[in-house]
């Protein structure tokens, strides 16, 4: 009962928690910590410390000894310095999302981060997403981490917030920050392998073999050119007619798919994209032709490296708010 009473409150503040601290740090490629973005407070050990600092003062004030008294401020001006000397090493630090990898989601995507400490040397600083990884570090010029964060759901990749920290150089004071870069990378659909390719009646043209030049079957006639090898030349007809032609001759080089979200025999959207990118990889993977059909973009049948990413990239950002091509143009 306090569970179900417990669960919407607790959604509820923590949603309005995120959408304060998202307007308070803006998504960007470049982010400098400054004053409004670090924030400082004890550790175990610092409350440790002031309670300490508590006790001797007490004691040196029932007691009026001035060796208690020299103590306890001493111990004081120690915790004061070590506030100032933590914020500062983070304060003036520059944060540049230099690229993400694309992914699928769910999966974990590396990530490039160059740290830029400016004049001052930087030590023991923690910085990475803390579900996935973090990497202490220390640097006294630029210097650039490679990461690894978990992508969410399709479309660009938009990690979490990550979180720099310190507790240098005593251990007595955390100061840390969130930021949230902008990396400008793309989520592919998961894959989903449980339906085979399909083998007729598919979009336009549905499947039909693919030829290319080769020297199988014999195709046709075509006018010679000088680079034609002498032994397609048609001699016979050049006898007859005076006239140069070259044979022309095909041969199978694979199959030819067109895929679309009606070929998908069930499932919600996300699902159904699911299915498109595994069929796409696994086009690839044989080395078939492939083109895609969606509402208002169609991806011509090719193969190659480029031509799986522009399909994937076109299922990614599919319907989304912001989806717009990001490998230079679609075809169609």
Known sequence: M????F?????WLNNHFQQWADQRT???TRIQLNQRRIYIVPTGSGFFWLSMVLVIFLVAVN???S???GLCFFMLSLFLLSILHTWRNLAGITLVAKGAEAGHAGEFIPVSIECLGGRCRRYSIAIGWPETESVLVSFDRDTEQRLVARAGSRGWFRPGRLRIESVYPLGLCRAWSW???DFRSVVYPAPDDRYPLPESDIADDGERSLTASGFDDFAGFRSYQQTDPPAHVFWQGYARTGELLTKQFDQPSGRELWFSLDQVPEGDLEQRL???TAWCLEC???QYAYGLVMSGQKLAPSTGELHLKRCLEVLALYELDDGMAVSGGVNG
């Open 2 to 5: 306090k569970d179900s009473l």
């Open 7 to 11: 669960t919407p409150s607790w959604r």
């Open 26 to 28: 803006p998504r960007a």
């Open 63 to 65: 007691y009026r000894n």
């Open 67 to 69: 060796l208690a008294y």
């Open 179 to 181: 930021v949230r870069l």
């Open 274 to 276: 699911s299915v498109l």
């Open 284 to 286: 690839d993977k044989q």
